[in-house]
T-cell receptor
């Protein structure tokens, strides 16, 4: 399979501050990565598709100015939650297609808590 | 995005029992996938299905890609305590992936 890592695994920040989450493909190159958000006891909700070298594609209802995505290399995508509020507290998970291009492999997730 | 219809929502079974869960969709998919998620972790891919009618096994897990391409099921045989977790189905068409709401499995020793 393909290995996807995320950093940090958890973060606590104060309301109004910004937080950056990194997603890396460790043993393969990923031109496309995906960012999901998951609330307790719910399924994964796609936030945006991150494309290497170009702008991310956001799902309807996701504020692109609040959730900044940068996919500057074939192995790294970052999600920055700007001016975080308590309602942004959630589990953020990234994924990428494996080398076969048919299956998505997920990172371990980042637990964000905004106080 | 629109979710798939996954059932059951939860299951409480005794160790050693078999488990079955399924997913249906109003849309067709080229790929069906089944993931397992443990608390506080990302989903882990269990089985991927690429052809309508395909039946694939991974140890005690067996999954099938429905002939209509609108459904899939996952069976777990002889369940063990470490099977506890949430199982998600996912249908994929190109870059579009849709998820089921998950089946929460509890296994009593």
């Amino acid at each position: 399979g393909a290995v996807v890592s995320q950093h940090p695994s958890w973060v606590i920040c104060k309301s109004g501050t910004s937080v950056k989450i990194e997603c890396r493909s460790l043993d393969f190159q990923a031109t496309t990565m995906f960012w999901y958000r998951q609330f307790p006891k719910q399924s994964l909700m796609l936030m945006a598709t991150s494309n290497e070298g170009s702008k991310a594609t956001y799902e309807q209802g996701v504020e692109k100015d609040k959730f900044l995505i940068n996919h500057a290399s074939l192995t790294l995508s970052t999600l920055t939650v700007t001016s975080a509020h308590p309602e942004d507290s959630s589990f953020y998970i990234c994924s990428a297609f494996g080398q076969g291009g048919y299956e998505q492999y997920f990172g371990p997730g980042t637990r964000l808590t905004v106080t | 995005g629109q979710q798939l219809n996954q059932s059951p929502q939860s299951m409480f079974i005794q160790e050693g029992e078999d488990v079955s869960m399924n997913c249906t969709s109003s849309s067709i998919f080229n790929t069906w996938l089944w993931y397992k998620q443990d608390p506080g972790e990302g989903p882990v891919l269990l089985i991927a299905l690429y052809k309508a009618g395909e039946l694939t096994s991974n140890g005690r897990l067996t999954a099938q890609f429905g002939i209509t391409r609108k459904d899939s099921f996952l069976n777990i045989s002889a369940s063990i305590p470490s099977d506890v977790g949430i199982y998600f189905c996912a249908g994929q068409q190109m870059l579009d992936m849709r998820f089921g709401a998950g089946t929460r499995l509890t296994v009593k020793p």
